[in-house]
């Protein structure tokens, strides 16, 4: 089993950046895929980025490819999402998620295992 805490949110000005960082706790941290989505209020939870456990593949929703990047350190089993140019419209809560397996995957029902989430707020 694999436990996930989130952090480093916070109130940003739009243009600036943030960067996440999710501590995974588990000794076969490494074997996960893993994944950040986002929800905004009254909105579904979407997907983010994604990326495999070794982290030689990465992907994104369209709405963040060139401005967020995802990474990881199986060492520390940690996964980051750098986020740059913020936009009003990427305040949302963001969650970081694992999935037993290899492969990435952008659908929420693919993920096992969710964080509690931590709050990003870009004023304009």
């Known amino acids: 089993q694999v436990q996930l805490a989130e952090s480093g949110g916070g109130l940003v000005q739009a243009g600036g950046s943030l960067r996440l960082s999710c501590a995974a706790s588990g000794r076969t941290f490494s074997s996960y895929a893993m994944g950040w989505f986002r929800q905004a209020p009254g909105k579904e939870r979407e997907f983010v980025a994604a990326i495999s456990w070794s982290g030689g593949k990465t992907y994104y929703a369209d709405s963040v490819r060139g401005r967020f990047t995802i990474s990881r350190d199986n060492a520390k089993n940690m996964v980051y999402l750098q986020m740059n140019s913020l936009k009003p419209e990427d305040t949302a809560a963001y969650y970081c998620?694992?999935?037993?397996?290899?492969?990435?995957?952008?659908?929420?029902?693919?993920?096992?295992?969710w964080g509690q989430g931590t709050q990003v707020t870009v004023s304009s």
């Open positions: 998620a694992a999935r037993r397996s290899n492969n990435i995957a952008v659908d929420i029902t693919d993920y096992d295992y």
